[in-house]
T-cell receptor
């Protein structure tokens, strides 16, 4: 089955700096790659998603890039703010099944 | 929260007892999912349903069963709970994201502790 690896597991950045989280996947049949943000005590919430026929997508301060050949995709957060502190998960989908990475705990230092 | 509620939100039980977790949705979504979340493992799919009485296994289905007798409710049962099933359980539905893609939206979670 699909295997998704996510790095780093923890990340601390100064407020206003950029943060980058990277994921790799194994199944070339994966065609959809969402990113989720999870705050303490809550369920994961979708923040951005990309399909396999697109290389990059941006939504305000958040962007995702996808390299199908290398089977990796990344989340970029610019101008980080304290409210960006959370756990972030990448995922890859084949048919109905989402496979998640193990998560990155992002801490924004004021 | 896409109209998803989970009950109970917290439960402590003993090894060997049966446990049922309930997921309820109010928006008539066809697909529903159960995940467990554990440190170092992210979220892992237990079972999912693609309609009333239609279910399929995920990657960690051993020790779990599910039932869906009506569209709005998806039940997860641990027939005989074990300590390895201590986890946070999330229900999800398939909806449409702001981008127009089919995507999963998650409920608030149930924290289960098996002593």
């Amino acid at each position: 089955g699909e295997n998704v690896e996510q790095h780093p597991s923890t990340l601390s950045v100064q407020e206003g700096d950029s943060a980058v989280i990277k994921c790799t996947y194994s199944d070339s049949a994966s065609n959809y790659f969402p990113w989720y943000k999870q705050e303490l005590g809550k369920g994961p919430q979708l923040i951005i998603d990309i399909r396999s026929n697109v290389g990059e997508k941006k939504d305000q301060r958040i962007a995702v890039t996808l390299n199908k050949t290398a089977k990796h995709f990344s989340l970029h957060i610019t101008e980080t703010q304290p409210e960006d502190s959370a756990v972030y998960f990448c995922a890859a989908r084949v048919a109905e099944k989402l496979t998640f990475g193990t998560g990155t705990r992002l801490t924004i230092i004021p | 929260d896409a109209g998803i509620t989970q009950s109970p939100r917290h439960k402590v039980t003993e090894t060997g007892t049966p446990v049922t977790l309930r997921c309820h949705q109010t928006e008539n979504h066809r697909y529903m999912y159960w995940y467990r979340q554990d440190p170092g493992h992210g979220l892992r799919l237990i079972h999912y349903s693609y309609g009333v009485k239609d279910t399929d296994k995920g990657e960690v289905s051993d020790g779990y069963s599910v039932s869906r007798s009506k569209t709005e409710d998806f039940l997860l049962t641990l027939e005989s709970a074990t300590s390895s099933q201590t986890s946070v359980y999330f229900c999800a539905i398939r909806g449409v994201s702001a981008s127009g893609f089919n995507e999963q939206f998650f409920g608030p979670g149930t924290r289960l502790t098996v002593l």
